[in-house]
């Protein structure tokens, strides 16, 4: 990804060399993604149809969470807006004061997404649907796609394995990067993309790494894919077990599963053995166990190196956010990109934005386990963990009016906060006060309409099998 972009922006004097080892490997998952993703690629002139086409992909509309507040509990986080506000208000506020049927029925993409059903533009244009969307794809052949594209622009690929770092004695900053074979590769500026070991930033600058498994405490997955499901439904699953989650993924060519758990809470075996019993379909291989720590190193970028990806930090995938960081601090680092000189002021903006954006996620992820209900030791115990401040500010705020505000640019918005918040049981006191001023038949009535028209959009969708097949040509 990184090579890619830098590739497309930056002037054509620039040389980009990106080094990959073969026998090291990628993490090898990573397949639901959150909508920026679609903006990503068009800056890069990838195409939607061809992108899912090279990436056995799918669509997704949002995550649906089941068990997180009892064994048969469900609700979705849908993308997109939900509902249509009224003078100044967000529309939740005059839902919550009506509750006519349930949130969900009045976002297009939770409806489409229970219907298996999608299409870009539902055959109305003029009528408003804030109906956006993600993918689901293998993240393997994303890369390929990608690679092709940084080759076809100058970018030199380097097959090897880096074994030392070379530095500048005064300044600090990494001068070259030797291969095991003895070859150089000198360069002005580096991104470490080298994974959870963080090769770069973390061995070789030294930057800390902020350890946040207090509140999140899962620290191994086990992933597994299985057979292709269909019909393919346009929605990434999130099933709470005993000791965390099980993620489900629909791609065209199999289904992606995995088991993010705790191991203070179960052991391997125990987890090998919940993984496949919640799988729906046979396993297509073994499952293959990834250990983790939760957090961040604290400065992305340290000296002349800037972290991207595992190598900055890791967020469970709970709501599919890494490689969306992995694309935001790409944004950012063009932002500041810095030219002949780096400038310290640029830097530090570039972490202290770095900073914000992967606290704000990690709360919203916080949020998932602090508000569960469920009766196993390892959930208890999340109940407990003290909040982060802010968090705790924004549950509180909820709490006595239904009122979320989003912090300067977060990534996810109130509607998304809401849907987790209500979701996950977070119920409150009131709405505001304001949503008071329709009488109870005008409420009633633009209530009505808005879930007619979510209807209406819906039903007019071909299934997301059909758009997949008209889209990509092939549905294999
Ligand atoms: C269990 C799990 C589930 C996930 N699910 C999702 C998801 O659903 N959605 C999502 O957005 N993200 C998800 N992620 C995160 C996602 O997988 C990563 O963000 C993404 O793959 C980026 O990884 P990376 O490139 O930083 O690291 P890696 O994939 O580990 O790549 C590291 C690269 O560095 C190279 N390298 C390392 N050391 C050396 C060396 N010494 N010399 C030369 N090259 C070297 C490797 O060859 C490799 O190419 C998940 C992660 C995990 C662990």
């Given at each position: 990804?990184?090579?890619?972009?830098?590739?497309?922006?930056?002037?054509?004097?620039?040389?980009?060399?990106?080094?990959?080892?073969?026998?090291?490997?990628?993490?090898?998952?990573?397949?639901?993604?959150?909508?920026?993703?679609?903006?990503?690629?068009?800056?890069?002139?990838?195409?939607?149809?061809?992108?899912?086409?090279?990436?056995?992909?799918?669509?997704?509309?949002?995550?649906?969470?089941?068990?997180?507040?009892?064994?048969?509990?469900?609700?979705?986080?849908?993308?997109?807006?939900?509902?249509?506000?009224?003078?100044?208000?967000?529309?939740?506020?005059?839902?919550?004061?009506?509750?006519?049927?349930?949130?969900?029925?009045?976002?297009?993409?939770?409806?489409?997404?229970?219907?298996?059903?999608?299409?870009?533009?539902?055959?109305?244009?003029?009528?408003?649907?804030?109906?956006?969307?993600?993918?689901?794809?293998?993240?393997?052949?994303?890369?390929?796609?990608?690679?092709?594209?940084?080759?076809?622009?100058?970018?030199?690929?380097?097959?090897?394995?880096?074994?030392?770092?070379?530095?500048?004695?005064?300044?600090?900053?990494?001068?070259?990067?030797?291969?095991?074979?003895?070859?150089?590769?000198?360069?002005?500026?580096?991104?470490?993309?080298?994974?959870?070991?963080?090769?770069?930033?973390?061995?070789?600058?030294?930057?800390?790494?902020?350890?946040?498994?207090?509140?999140?405490?899962?620290?191994?997955?086990?992933?597994?894919?299985?057979?292709?499901?269909?019909?393919?439904?346009?929605?990434?699953?999130?099933?709470?077990?005993?000791?965390?989650?099980?993620?489900?993924?629909?791609?065209?060519?199999?289904?992606?599963?995995?088991?993010?758990?705790?191991?203070?809470?179960?052991?391997?075996?125990?987890?090998?053995?919940?993984?496949?019993?919640?799988?729906?379909?046979?396993?297509?291989?073994?499952?293959?166990?990834?250990?983790?720590?939760?957090?961040?190193?604290?400065?992305?970028?340290?000296?002349?190196?800037?972290?991207?990806?595992?190598?900055?930090?890791?967020?469970?995938?709970?709501?599919?956010?890494?490689?969306?960081?992995?694309?935001?601090?790409?944004?950012?680092?063009?932002?500041?990109?810095?030219?002949?000189?780096?400038?310290?002021?640029?830097?530090?903006?570039?972490?202290?934005?770095?900073?914000?954006?992967?606290?704000?996620?990690?709360?919203?992820?916080?949020?998932?386990?602090?508000?569960?209900?469920?009766?196993?030791?390892?959930?208890?115990?999340?109940?407990?963990?003290?909040?982060?401040?802010?968090?705790?500010?924004?549950?509180?705020?909820?709490?006595?009016?239904?009122?979320?505000?989003?912090?300067?640019?977060?990534?996810?918005?109130?509607?998304?906060?809401?849907?987790?918040?209500?979701?996950?049981?977070?119920?409150?006191?009131?709405?505001?006060?304001?949503?008071?001023?329709?009488?109870?038949?005008?409420?009633?009535s633009f209530l009505d309409a808005q879930r007619r028209h979510v209807s209406a959009v819906v039903g007019r969708m071909p299934?997301?099998?059909?758009?997949?097949?008209?889209?990509?040509?092939?549905?294999?």
């Amino acid at each position: 990804m990184a090579a890619a972009a830098l590739s497309r922006f930056l002037p054509a004097t620039s040389r980009v060399t990106l080094v990959e080892s073969d026998d090291i490997g990628t993490v090898g998952v990573g397949e639901a993604t959150i909508p920026q993703i679609r903006l990503f690629n068009s800056s890069l002139g990838v195409e939607e149809g061809a992108f899912l086409a090279t990436t056995q992909g799918t669509i997704k509309l949002g995550i649906e969470f089941v068990g997180w507040t009892g064994p048969d509990s469900r609700y979705t986080h849908a993308f997109g807006a939900i509902g249509r506000g009224l003078g100044l208000l967000p529309f939740h506020h005059y839902w919550l004061r009506q509750q006519t049927g349930s949130l969900w029925d009045y976002s297009v993409a939770a409806a489409a997404a229970k219907a298996g059903r999608f299409a870009p533009d539902p055959g109305r244009p003029e009528l408003p649907t804030g109906l956006t969307w993600a993918y689901q794809f293998d993240a393997g052949l994303y890369a390929g796609l990608l690679r092709g594209q940084a080759e076809a622009r100058r970018v030199t690929r380097v097959e090897g394995e880096v074994a030392t770092v070379t530095r500048d004695p005064l300044s600090g900053d990494v001068t070259a990067l030797v291969l095991n074979d003895g070859r150089q590769i000198a360069g002005d500026f580096f991104i470490d993309c080298s994974g959870f070991r963080g090769l770069l930033v973390g061995e070789a600058m030294g930057v800390p790494f902020d350890d946040w498994s207090r509140w999140l405490p899962c620290d191994r997955a086990l992933a597994v894919p299985s057979e292709a499901i269909r019909p393919i439904l346009p929605l990434t699953r999130a099933t709470a077990r005993t000791a965390g989650w099980q993620w489900r993924i629909p791609l065209r060519h199999r289904t992606g599963n995995g088991l993010v758990f705790c191991s203070a809470y179960l052991n391997e075996d125990a987890a090998t053995a919940e993984l496949l019993r919640g799988l729906d379909a046979p396993a297509l291989a073994e499952p293959r166990l990834l250990r983790f720590t939760t957090g961040r190193r604290t400065d992305a970028w340290a000296g002349n190196c800037v972290a991207l990806g595992l190598a900055s930090g890791f967020l469970e995938p709970l709501e599919s956010t890494s490689l969306h960081l992995v694309q935001s601090g790409i944004a950012r680092l063009l932002q500041f990109w810095p030219g002949e000189r780096i400038a310290p002021a640029d830097r530090d903006a570039f972490n202290r934005e770095t900073a914000r954006e992967w606290a704000s996620i990690r709360d919203f992820l916080v949020l998932h386990y602090h508000a569960n209900a469920r009766a196993e030791p390892f959930w208890q115990a999340c109940r407990a963990v003290p909040l982060p401040d802010q968090l705790a500010a924004k549950l509180d705020l909820f709490r006595a009016h239904g009122r979320i505000v989003r912090e300067g640019d977060e990534l996810f918005t109130e509607v998304g906060w809401l849907q987790v918040m209500l979701g996950q049981g977070v119920l409150p006191a009131s709405y505001h006060p304001l949503a008071d001023a329709p009488s109870a038949e005008d409420l009633a009535s633009f209530l009505d309409a808005q879930r007619r028209h979510v209807s209406a959009v819906v039903g007019r969708m071909p299934s997301h099998e059909q758009f997949l097949r008209t889209e990509t040509r092939d549905l294999s």
